[in-house]
């Protein structure tokens, strides 16, 4: 009896199961909401107003940078540490 059952199941699994499973993921893709031209053009805008703020800062940057060349230096430089009096 085993020797019949092994051969039904594989073949059960590979034309019944492995179908089914491939033919249930494609419907759940096609049916998967889609982005609509509404939410292209919105992504579109974002881009154009990220590419604006980026341009912004960099103009920021410039001017910062001609009125004091070491800023840039002056920010990533360690911050005074204080000490704390704890002989209360």
Same mark, same amino acid.
């Given at each position: 009896?085993?020797?019949?059952?092994?051969?039904?199941?594989?073949?059960?699994?590979?034309?019944?199961?492995?179908? =089914?499973?491939?033919?249930?993921?494609?419907?759940? =893709?096609?049916?998967?909401?889609?982005?609509?031209?509404?939410?292209?053009?919105?992504?579109?805008?974002? @881009?154009?107003?990220?590419? *604006?703020?980026?341009?912004?800062?960099?103009?920021?940057?410039?001017?910062?940078?001609?009125?004091?060349?070491? =800023?840039?230096?002056?920010?990533?430089?360690? @911050?005074?540490?204080? @000490?704390?009096? *704890?002989?209360?």
């Amino acid at each position: 009896m085993d020797e019949v059952l092994l051969p039904v199941l594989v073949c059960g699994m590979l034309f019944i199961g492995l179908p =089914w499973v491939i033919l249930h993921y494609v419907t759940r =893709w096609k049916t998967a909401p889609k982005i609509t031209d509404e939410d292209e053009r919105l992504l579109d805008e974002m @881009q154009m107003l990220a590419r *604006r703020l980026e341009d912004r800062v960099n103009t920021v940057e410039r001017i910062i940078a001609a009125d004091n060349p070491d =800023w840039k230096r002056s920010i990533s430089a360690p @911050q005074a540490t204080y @000490q704390i009096d *704890r002989r209360n």
